[in-house]
């Protein structure tokens, strides 16, 4: 851990406030993240019903409009779906399943991308034009097709989306990391590094890593709603994630049958938390970008 | 008596910093400048030279503001006009010549119509006759084959033609005072020495005033009428170069002059304050560093290259087809406990030694490379290669990339040495500390990240890094040419003490011969890839026997001191 710095975490967390402080619209954002977050953790404790368990739903309770009340008495502030089942709980369970699979796959692909991009970067030569030229390829498909394509040969499954996202998540990392990698690869300390006896893999990850790494850091909340909304178009479409366990994108898609019926409540409140969700996500992501963006800002 | 061209009276800038306080960057600046006079304007990096350059062009950015003070052109104060009326001089009255010649052209237009695009635009010349006035021009700047060079894209030209170039761009309209910002500082000394008497050439004929902006006391003396030393925004000393350079009157002035290496003469020591406090850190740091260093081996051979070429591809960058030959067939030996010179301007190849030396660039075949009697090529194995960089380091050129932004500057120093296992995690961080008081830092400076040090300050705790290793033999590429006049001396200073104390051998690279010649005790000069000259620092550099390298002395820039 010693190459690795310490920083009071005072220090951070002042640096961290700057960064928002005079930015209403980012600091909303934060707390919108904060907020969802927290919702979709606690969702079993937090939400009346539990969505998934059929044994308490009652056929009887299908498509109640919003402050209606339950055969079992509670409340149900969002009205219910066909089955009778809460569309405020379903809506905070799918927040569960959405931001799962959003933060895995953005995770996997990032992870994945990082080290192939440092791997193009330190061996260079045939190795980095594969690894280029199959991110070139991954780049030139459109990604929902590319997913929908891997989701119809593969099955649906969470497991499958994640894949499927990863993959169009990986190549854009590993080419943001080469560009940035070859420049630093061309600076002096790397070459003292060599010069010192520091293996290859330990210049990758202790040199290379740390230096290469803040332009990703930057573009991981872009990706994260990206992949959010990614989900739910294929939840939407009905290759994505399974019934049993609803994403956002699925309840849209339940509630899509309803809409011209006067039934709107069943898509419009998934589709309004999945908004908010992305928006909240995009304005720290822009926040993010311009303060580590040195022309957007004076420095000091 | 005519009123001055330039009258500036009083002058205060400061910036905004992000908190919304001022920072004083310019206070009580005054200066007066007849026409056709040259005046220089010297101070060290973050003087605020550059600032005043600016404001006279009505090109400071928003942060900076004029808080005091008149800047008169002519009798007319321009310190309140507005971008449409400092649009109408700037490059009409006045003009303006950049530090890098290859950065102020645009690369996707001929030099012919750029050069014509700035006639057109601040003189009535059109067409044809714009066409005429633009070789005129180049050959006024001495541009030769100035026909020619109109089709010519700046990256075919060299950088000293670009310069010349940029004055031909800077006197199109005939201007009054031309701003000339570190106008050579990016050229090697031979260029240098030519392009300086064009500039001083042009300013007599057309009766054009400069303002020559630059750290180099040697191009003072070669251009200036009069001088201004700058320290910290504030005018420390004017008048007369003659005066200025021979009999300073202000402290700061002689220690700027006392700073600057001369080719004349060997000096012990530069006059410039150190801060070696003897502390129980730092004479422990000093013995672990003599336990290490053989000494009392010199004059063995420690290092023996033999038909040492590099040639680079063509693909690799520069060069044009069949590959660019870096280094051709040198040879040369390094003895046990000596500096080893190695000078040339730019693209002669001597960092291409050094890095050929350490192994960051392969050498073409038939090369050897014996350190200690073993040829390096067969230093393969894991044991070898660690022998090899324990005994063989490098202090970096450029200060501000030599060190791990993300590593503090104990780490920095110490990374090497623990990953060898040569000491333990626990002993690293106290010799951190202890080679920082070596080299002149304080033993808190372990825990501080890089960006918190100046260029100097990173310089040292890249010597410290190289010592750490205990190397035998450390190759230094151009350390100090990007530093401060100033802090060049202390470093070199800090450098001489550690070669004393400790019998360092060094391969010292650099462009300065003035530097060279107050490290070195053998040097070797370079010129496209071959060895010029190879001899005694002393004889080489006073006595040459070779004409390249009495081309390369006849073209420093020379200051008379009154005690040479």
New interface residues.
């Given amino acids: 851990m ?4 310490f920083e009071s975490s005072a220090g951070r967390f002042d640096r961290f406030r700057a960064v928002f402080a005079g930015y209403p619209a980012a600091v909303a954002g934060l707390i919108g993240i904060v907020l969802f977050s927290l919702i979709a953790l606690f969702a079993p404790v937090l939400a009346p019903q539990d969505p998934f368990d059929q044994s308490r739903l009652d056929i009887m309770d299908g498509l109640l409009p919003p402050m209606s009340t339950l055969m079992d008495g509670t409340l149900s502030v969002l009205g219910t779906d066909a089955v009778g089942r809460d569309i405020l709980s379903a809506v905070m369970y799918g927040m569960r399943t959405s931001l799962f699979v959003a933060l895995v796959s953005v995770g996997a692909g990032v992870a994945v991308g990082v080290v192939l991009g440092l791997v193009a970067v330190m061996r260079g030569g045939w190795i980095d034009a594969v690894i280029m030229r199959t991110a070139d390829l991954t780049l030139s498909f459109p990604g929902v097709l590319l997913a929908l394509l891997l989701l119809v040969v593969f099955g649906s499954g969470a497991d499958k989306v994640i894949l499927a996202l990863a993959i169009g998540i990986w190549a854009q990392n590993a080419r943001l990391v080469r560009a940035v990698g070859l420049s630093e690869m061309k ?3 790397i ?8 293996g290859q893999l ?1 210049i990758m990850f ?2 290379l890593l ?2 290469a790494i803040s332009p990703v850091l930057v573009i991981v909340p872009m990706a994260i709603s990206g992949a959010i909304v990614a989900e739910a178009t294929l939840s939407f479409l009905g290759v994505g994630v399974p019934i049993t366990e609803p994403s956002l994108g699925l309840l849209i898609s339940n509630g899509n049958d309803y809409l011209l019926s006067g039934r709107w409540w069943i898509s419009v409140a998934p589709g309004l938390v999945l908004v908010m969700m992305v928006l909240s996500i995009n304005v720290v992501a822009d926040r993010l970008r311009d303060h580590a963006n040195p022309y957007l800002q ?3 | 008596m005519m009123a001055p061209l330039l009258a500036i009276e009083d002058l205060s800038i400061a910036y905004q910093l992000g908190d919304g306080r001022d920072a004083e960057a310019i206070s009580g600046f005054s200066l007066h400048l007849e026409r056709g006079r040259i005046v220089g304007i010297v101070g060290q990096s973050g003087a605020g030279k550059s600032t005043i350059g600016k404001a006279i062009l009505g090109l400071m950015g928003d942060n900076a503001r004029i808080t005091g003070g008149t800047i008169a052109l002519d009798g007319t104060d321009i310190t309140r006009f507005s971008e449409a009326r400092f649009a109408a001089i700037r490059g009409k009255r006045i003009g303006y010549i950049y530090q890098n010649p290859m950065t102020a052209l645009n690369p996707v237009l001929s030099i012919g119509e750029q050069l014509i695009e700035a006639i057109e635009a601040n003189t009535t010349r059109r067409g044809g006759d714009a066409r005429a006035y633009a070789v005129e021009l180049l050959k006024s700047a001495e541009v030769t084959h100035a026909e020619e060079r109109l089709a010519k894209y700046p990256h075919q030209l060299s950088g000293g033609l670009c310069q010349r170039i940029v004055f031909a761009i800077a006197i199109a309209a005939q201007p009054d005072l031309i701003i000339a910002d570190e106008p050579t500082t990016a050229l090697d000394v031979t260029v240098q020495k030519a392009v300086l008497a064009t500039l001083k050439k042009l300013a007599r004929e057309k009766q054009i005033s400069i303002v020559l902006i630059t750290h180099d006391m040697g191009v003072v003396a070669q251009m200036c009428d009069g001088v201004s030393v700058l320290w910290r925004g504030r005018l420390v000393e004017h008048g007369p170069t003659a005066q200025v350079i021979g009999a300073p009157r202000e402290r700061y002035t002689r220690d700027l002059m006392a700073a600057i290496p001369t080719v004349d003469h060997k000096r012990a020591r530069f006059d410039v304050l150190d801060s070696f406090e003897d502390t129980p850190g730092r004479r422990r740091g000093i013995a672990f560093l003599k336990s290490g260093i053989a000494a009392g081996r010199d004059g063995q051979s420690l290092l023996s290259i033999r038909n040492l070429s590099k040639t680079f591809d063509a693909q690799g960058g520069r060069g044009t087809s069949g590959g660019f030959r870096a280094l051709d067939g040198v040879a040369f030996e390094v003895f046990a406990g000596e500096t080893l010179g190695i000078v040339g301007e730019s693209g002669s190849g001597k960092s291409t030694i050094g890095r050929a030396i350490l192994g960051l660039v392969e050498p073409d075949a038939g090369a050897s490379i014996a350190f200690q009697g073993r040829p390096i090529a067969e230093m393969r194995g894991r044991r070898d290669r660690v022998a090899l960089s324990r005994s063989l380091q490098c202090i970096f050129q450029d200060p501000y990339s030599s060190l791990n932004p993300r590593m503090n500057a104990g780490t920095n120093i110490t990374y090497g040495i623990v990953a060898q296992g040569l000491v333990s995690r626990a002993e690293a961080k106290v010799l951190a500390q202890d080679l920082l008081e070596v080299v002149g830092l304080p033993r808190a400076a372990a825990g501080k990240m890089p960006h918190a040090f100046s260029g100097g300050e990173r310089q040292r705790i890249g010597i410290a890094r190289a010592l750490a290793f205990r190397p035998e033999l450390i190759f230094c590429d151009e350390p100090t040419s990007a530093l401060d006049v100033t802090v060049q001396a202390e470093i070199l200073n800090l450098m001489k003490e550690l070669q004393e104390t400790l019998g360092l051998t060094l391969v010292f690279v650099s462009h300065d011969l003035a530097v060279v010649r107050q490290m070195c005790d053998r040097v070797i000069v370079m010129r496209a890839g071959r060895m010029v000259e190879e001899g005694n620092a002393d004889e080489v550099l006073t006595a040459p026997r070779e004409t390249y390298t009495r081309d390369l002395l006849a073209a420093m820039p020379r200051i008379a001191f009154e005690d040479a």
Wanted: glycine content about 4%; hydrophobic content about 35%; proline content about 4%.
């Fill in positions: 010693s190459e690795t710095t600076k002096d300390y070459a003292a590094a060599r010069l010192a006896g520091i330990r202790h040199f740390p230096n004076a420095r000091t």
